[in-house]
């Protein structure tokens, strides 16, 4: 089978299982991300506050890298959703060790390749470790996902995810899913749990309930424009409660997101099991 290349980007999409089509990438069309905002919108978007604070990304990279380099000197890492760098992926990323192979379903400025989360183009036992990070809730079926991450993994090979609880819509059409705690380690119980729980805590998620309810209120594309720069310059000190909220039992049923860090295991958690890791916070 024949599959193009786009400005030296392979589209390794398999169109008779994917959501999206080799002719959309070939053609330039827009797919998860919109890569036609005009340079002024680009420029005062990097200007505004953002709503967001991701508390422990950094950290828990860090920590995958030294994870990674124990037992090899090399490591070879696939990142899903790669096309920019993910939160704190800097950690990762400038580790001279480490190589990542970036793909995504969207061109951006570190997309290595184009493919399908569902359908990933690798043999079986070929990475060392996986990033998996602000994926899950924008993909049609995620347990399909992890069952290629599991196969693309090499044996006791590394997993790193973050996803969404407490948030909102974020990319239109391409948006399906939130998981809790639980959900999120239910999804990956064919992995030993190194490490998992809040990365964005619930002062984030109030920020971006109020953003949504005041865009909420615009009946025009220009009016939710006005509305997001409003909710942006007024809403942003919310999520510095998230330092000191972000290990506490209650952020744990009012996150805006959560992590899991993980081990392929031949065991399998079972759904009995699972419930007893609830970190009673009611």
């Known amino acids: 089978m024949q599959f193009p290349v786009v400005d030296g980007v392979p589209v390794l999409i398999n169109d008779h299982n994917s959501l999206f089509a080799r002719e959309d990438f070939v053609a330039g069309k827009n797919t998860t991300f919109d890569l036609s905002r005009r340079r002024f919108v680009r420029r005062l978007d990097r200007l505004l506050p953002t709503l967001g604070r991701n508390v422990k990304a950094k950290r828990n990279y860090q920590a995958f890298a030294e994870l990674l380099l124990k037992p090899s000197s090399n490591p070879v890492v696939l990142i899903i959703g790669g096309s920019i760098l993910g939160c704190g992926l800097e950690a990762l990323a400038q580790q001279p060790k480490i190589q990542l192979t970036e793909t995504d379903v969207s061109f951006g400025p570190r997309t290595q390749l184009i493919c399908d989360a569902h359908d990933l183009p690798f043999e079986n036992n070929s990475f060392d470790g996986v990033v998996v990070q ?18 693309v993994l090499k044996p006791c090979g590394l997993v790193y995810a973050e996803s969404a609880f407490m948030q909102q819509v974020v990319h239109g059409r391409y948006d399906f899913t939130r998981f809790t705690h639980l959900g999120l380690r239910r999804l990956f119980r064919g992995f030993e749990e190194v490490g998992s729980g809040p990365v964005c805590g619930p002062g984030m998620a109030l920020a971006w309930s109020c953003q949504f309810f005041l865009l909420s209120l615009a009946t025009s594309r220009w009016m939710r424009r006005v509305m997001r720069v409003i909710g942006r310059l007024t809403l942003f000190w919310l999520k510095y409660f ?9 952020t744990y049923d009012a ?5 899991f860090l993980g081990k392929k295991s031949d065991k399998v958690l079972s759904d009995r099991e699972l419930v007893t890791l609830y970190r009673r916070a009611q």
């Open 242 to 250: 998230d330092a000191a909220l972000i290990d506490r039992p209650g």
């Open 134 to 151: 602000a994926v899950l809730q924008y993909l049609v079926e995620p347990s399909r996902c992890i069952r290629e991450v599991e196969r």
């Open 255 to 259: 996150a805006s997101g959560f992590f």
